[in-house]
């Protein structure tokens, strides 16, 4: 299964229950692989994922969906906008992140007014960084549809991993 694709392995996996369970344990598998590329504790960032409604998404998610085909340079927290503030002080808490540039106002910059705020952390001296985008929604996923690109429409989110396009 390690160097299968997304839609291989969901497809094999429908051939057997037993597949289906190590389809399940193969993708936290990568998950964690990933997040651990950035520092982060799995986790700690499912637990807080799970607390704030948070997901992953971006391009991240494409290297856990298409493993081997690239190495990300940052990954994606979306949170929706009671959790935003609580999100980041967690990550700074429990991650050697910490804020970068002060955060970027997106709701002037994006008509649609999706988004509230960026925020980007890095650790000091060590390549890649933590985009935290705060939803202008009570949901983080909503406005993963409004986007220009189905790029961005995987997320993964504590309960497993999901494809939103076709």
């Known amino acids: 299964m390690e160097h299968m694709d997304f839609l291989t392995m969901r497809s094999l996996s429908q051939t057997c229950r037993f597949l289906q369970k190590m389809m399940a344990k193969h993708h936290f598998y990568r998950v964690n692989k990933l997040l651990q590329s950035f520092h982060l504790e799995p986790d700690r960032i499912m637990s807080i994922l799970r607390m704030t409604g948070g997901v992953i998404l971006g391009s991240s998610v494409l290297f856990v ?6 190495k990300p340079d940052d990954i994606d927290f979306f949170v929706n906008k009671f959790n935003g503030r609580k999100f980041m002080r967690w990550i700074q808490a429990w991650s050697e992140y910490h804020v970068e540039e002060p955060e970027i106002r997106l709701d002037e910059i994006y008509p649609m007014r999706m988004f509230t705020m960026a925020h980007q952390l890095k650790i000091e001296g060590k390549p890649g960084s933590i985009n935290v985008v705060v939803s ?7 406005p993963i549809f409004d986007f220009h690109s189905t790029i961005v429409m995987n997320f993964i989110n504590p309960y497993g991993i999901a494809c939103a396009y076709p």
């Open 136 to 142: 202008n929604t009570s949901s983080a996923i909503q």
């Open 65 to 70: 969906m298409k493993i081997g085909t690239f």
